[in-house]
């Protein structure tokens, strides 16, 4: 059987299409400088030899069959001839395989290779089929047997199927010519004879042809595969993506990257037919995978390296061959370190106020909630002290904000000193302050330190040669006896300081039966807050959104207010919460949803309308029903609401959290991450193809005059949204020299009492019309 060599397998080719014949197969081949005709020619290289070897055998029989009768000249010159031309085309076919294979060989037409056959044919047939009608009847017969067994020869040609029609085409013309003139010579059965073995080597050289064809083809395709792979693999690892992996049934190392060997800083030998998890530092984890045998990914560990601890992550599958045997794992891994040190860094900067290095107000709460979990499973005491600093406007207003930010970074460095390891201290925003105890179990030490706070922070202050003096005021609560829950501690927390405040200053409160009227107070605003909706006492106010390189109008942002019969106007940071406590943000969204869009339906196509939507409500799995219920009553297109988001909704089971996220980006509604970078890291999530936009919280803008820190850090997150492809927008946008700032950096919509306050609809439809006037006039 006609099995190709190795360097034909490695030759790439393209697959034929369904139904399509091996002869336009092969003529296709041929007609192109394709690497299935490359293989054509290295075998047809390969196989010159025998086929001039049987041209030149041939011969000599030739020659001896009819030495009595022909002259020893012509015979001699003509096998010459046939040997000659041969040993030449055999010559020409391996320079053939050298100088028109692979992509830069030049194109060899298929006349060439038809045309080489044929001259070889006529060659060999001359002198037999010239000579034939003066043979004897017993030298005719020996030169028809002779004729008929070289056209078996063609078998050398079987890789170029043209070639193999042209010879035997060639051959069965001159013999049937032969027997022709040798009618009445040649016996009967002897002509019988010399066809039946013409036609058998016809047939039987072109389903040889076939076969070898089809061999050639497959074991091409097989060497592309293999080709391909080792090249992606080879390519994967040059390029330093990750390192390659395998082990046999025992865990043994039978293959590792180049790469991975460097990282270890251990020579191949000491790594191959070792235990993977032993090199890799031991994992038991990674035993425990291998041990399943079951596919796994993303596992990363640490790992000790000459170049200190590094992060790495892997994957495997298992090897199983072809009777179900289980033969160890192959994967891939990756160096991870620098990928974590970037998440750990936005992180850290996540939850990080960037004036004082403290935790942020997000990150105060969560250390709040784990202190108060802590307590109620041991049955201990935590504590919050709210802190406000006593005089501190007249500082700004004085001196300037440098001076400040610098005595609010003093304040952060001696509430750090006398906290120490009782607790932790984080900065809620402006002026204020929070101290977080996981241990109160003794109040008298909680009251110690209130006062050693008080006194700390009221010594005067030296900053650049001007001295400062301001003071605090404290508020405390102690969980979970004065609250369960990280709103109502803080709540509390609040009320106590908003007594020591109202006290004098200077001092601390703790929350008390004497503050029960406030709870009460706070009753009160339940009840009436869950008859507000039926009695209209809720309105939306829109703030403008503007373009930041054309200043132009693009959109308003939806804030809820409510107008209380008793108490007036009161501020949504006073209700929302309240409403999230006892169920009605539901009720409450849902209706600020149908009046935004009643307010979009209103106003032209180019002008959007945003709302922020309350972590309560995110995770109803009706809300995208109900966004949809209200764009179709006001005939408004998704793309012009938008819902904004707080990095909380990430907090616990996020999954139905996502899933009403991407079922509301199917209605084509927007969805914004609001207060980006002080909250909790979501950073994992942006890649969820969730939101569209990025919400630049204004402490970052306000501050990023003076704090070069915060101008670094928004020039992160715009580089981060847009890798991903969002848009972004600066909150808290309220001088000009702010907007340019805005702008330079990359923010795509600016936002802030610099273009507006929140409008009633009447003032804001005002505006829309004049837009519009404006544009009809242009």
């Known amino acids: 059987m006609y099995e190709a060599p190795d360097r034909y397998k490695r030759m790439t080719s393209a697959r034929l299409p369904d139904g399509e014949s091996l002869a336009f197969a092969s003529g296709k081949a041929d007609s192109e400088n394709s690497p299935l005709r490359d293989a054509q020619l290295l075998a047809r290289a390969d196989l010159a030899p025998f086929f001039a070897a049987a041209n030149i055998v041939a011969a000599v029989m030739i020659i001896t069959g009819l030495s009595a009768e022909v002259p020893i000249v012509w015979l001699g010159g003509w096998a010459a001839a046939v040997a000659l031309v041969n040993l030449l085309a055999m010559q020409m076919a391996r320079m053939q395989a050298i100088t028109h294979v692979g992509r830069s060989g030049r194109r060899l037409p298929d006349w060439i290779l038809v045309g080489d056959i044929v001259l070889r044919a006529l060659l060999w047939l001359s002198l037999p089929v010239y000579l034939f009608p003066t043979l004897s009847p017993g030298s005719q017969l020996i030169a028809a047997s002779v004729t008929a067994g ?28 032969a027997l022709l003139i040798g009618r009445n010579s040649i016996p009967f059965e002897n002509m019988l004879s010399i066809l039946f073995t013409l036609g058998v080597a016809i047939f039987g050289v072109l389903a040889v042809a076939r076969w070898a064809f089809t061999q050639l083809k497959t074991n091409a395709d097989i060497g592309s595969q293999s080709e391909s792979s080792a090249l992606l693999l080879q390519e994967y690892e040059q390029r330093g993506v990750g390192w390659l992996w395998q082990v046999d049934s025992e865990n043994r190392v039978t293959y590792i990257s180049s790469r991975m060997i460097a990282l270890l800083g251990r020579p191949a030998s000491q790594l ?31 790992l000790e390296t000459p170049r200190g601890p590094r992060w790495i992550s892997i994957a495997g599958d298992p090897i199983i061959d072809t009777a179900g045997r289980f033969e160890g794992f192959r994967g891939v891994g990756s160096d991870v370190t620098e990928i974590r040190q970037t998440q750990e860094r936005l992180t850290h900067l996540a939850n990080m106020d960037v004036l004082s290095g403290l935790p942020n107000r997000g990150r105060v709460r969560q250390l709040l909630g784990e202190a108060l979990r802590e307590a109620a499973a041991g049955n201990g005491t935590c504590a919050i002290l709210f802190l406000d600093l006593d005089g501190f406007k007249p500082v700004n ?43 109160a179990q003794s109040r008298k030490k909680v009251e110690q330190l209130a006062q050693r706070i008080i006194d700390s922070i009221k010594e005067p202050y030296d900053i650049d040669g001007t001295t400062i003096s301001i003071g605090v005021s404290i508020g405390c609560a102690f969980g979970p ?28 409160r703790y929350f008390s039966n004497e503050l029960q009227s406030e709870k009460e107070d706070r009753v009160r605003l339940e009840q009436d807050l869950r008859s507000a909706l039926g009695a209209k006492q809720f309105h939306l106010v829109f703030q403008p959104l503007v ?82 219920e209200a764009l179709g009553r006001h005939r408004v297109q998704g793309n012009r609401i938008e819902l904004e988001v707080t990095e909380g909704i990430f907090l616990g089971d996020n999954g139905p959290t996502l899933d009403v996220l991407k079922r509301l980006r199917a209605l084509g509604v927007g969805i914004a991450l609001d207060d980006f970078g002080t909250g909790y890291s979501s950073i994992g999530y942006l890649n969820k193809a969730i939101f569209h936009k990025l919400k630049i919280d204004g402490s970052f803008v306000r501050e990023a005059g003076t704090r070069p820190e915060n101008v670094a850090i928004i020039q992160s997150i715009v580089q981060l949204a847009k890798s991903f492809r969002m848009s972004i927008t600066a909150e808290g946008v309220e001088t000009a020299e702010d907007f340019e700032r805005m ?3 990359g923010c795509d919509t600016i936002q802030g009492y610099l273009f507006g306050r929140p409008l009633s609809y009447a003032k804001a439809n005002e505006m829309v019309v004049g837009l519009a006037n404006k544009r009809l006039a242009s």
């Open 397 to 439: 207003d004085t001196f300037g904000h440098p001076k400040g930010d610098a005595v609010l970074r003093a304040v952060a460095k001696r509430l750090v000193r006398e906290v120490a390891a009782f607790g932790h201290v984080g900065r809620m925003g402006g002026d204020e302050f929070a101290v977080v105890i996981p241990d």
């Open 150 to 177: 070289v056209g078996i020869a063609s078998l050398g040609l079987v890789v170029v199927l043209p070639c193999v029609v042209a010879w035997m085409a060639c051959f069965t013309g001159g013999l049937c010519a």
């Open 743 to 745: 702008r330079e950096l």
């Open 547 to 628: 373009a930041a390189k054309t200043q132009k109008l693009v959109g308003f942002e939806a804030l809820i207010r409510w107008n209380h019969p008793k108490r007036g106007l009161v501020p949504p940071i006073a209700f929302i919460p309240v409403a999230e406590e006892i169920g009605l943000m539901p009720e409450i969204g849902a209706w600020v949803i149908e009046e935004a869009c009643r307010a979009a339906a209103s106003w032209p196509d180019s002008v959007s309308v945003s709302l922020n939507v309350s972590p309560k409500q995110i995770v109803l799995p009706n809300l995208p029903n109900l966004v949809s």
């Open 481 to 508: 006896i004065d609250g369960a829950t990280v709103d109502d501690l803080i709540l509390k927390a609040d009320l106590a300081l908003y007594e020591a405040k109202g006290a004098g200053r200077g001092i601390a």
């Open 272 to 302: 191959l037919g070792h235990s993977l998890p032993s090199l890799l530092g031991g994992s038991a984890e990674l035993g425990t995978k291998l041990l399943d045998k079951q596919p796994f990914a993303n596992l990363e560990m640490e």
